[in-house]
């Protein structure tokens, strides 16, 4: 019933641009607040970006000023534009939302490869 899909994913070269997007069914985004988590092949999963119910946003500071997290409330979707993409991006993206009452919900990720 609860459901997040990622998309978006695939292979980009270094220097190139990628959109993955997170919709939802099941819950509402935007009274959750909604994370993209990667995890790089032989690496633990890490912090990417949130955005809250109320909108703030923050990054690793890895992707900062290149990947930018945003939502679209009539879409149920958060989006995750990733910019000047570099070899070290490479991995599973994740998206994740926490509801207000704590329950955790993930995506079953979208790959994304940067090479040349």
């Known amino acids: 019933q609860v459901q997040l899909v990622e998309s978006g994913g695939g292979l980009v070269q270094p220097g190139g641009s990628l959109r993955l997007s997170c919709a939802a069914s099941?819950?509402?985004?935007?009274?959750?607040?909604t994370y993209w988590y990667r995890q790089a092949p032989g690496k633990e999963r890490e912090f990417v970006a949130v955005i809250t119910k109320d909108g703030i946003t923050n990054y690793a500071d890895s992707v900062r000023g290149r990947f930018t997290i945003s939502r679209d409330n009539a879409k149920n979707t958060v989006y995750l534009p990733m910019n000047a993409l570099k070899p070290e991006d490479t991995a599973v993206y994740y998206c994740?939302?926490?509801?207000?009452?704590?329950?955790?919900?993930w995506g079953q990720g979208t790959r994304d490869t940067v090479s040349s």
């Open positions: 099941g819950i509402i985004l935007s009274i959750s607040n």
């Open positions: 994740k939302t926490i509801l207000n009452i704590g329950t955790v919900y």
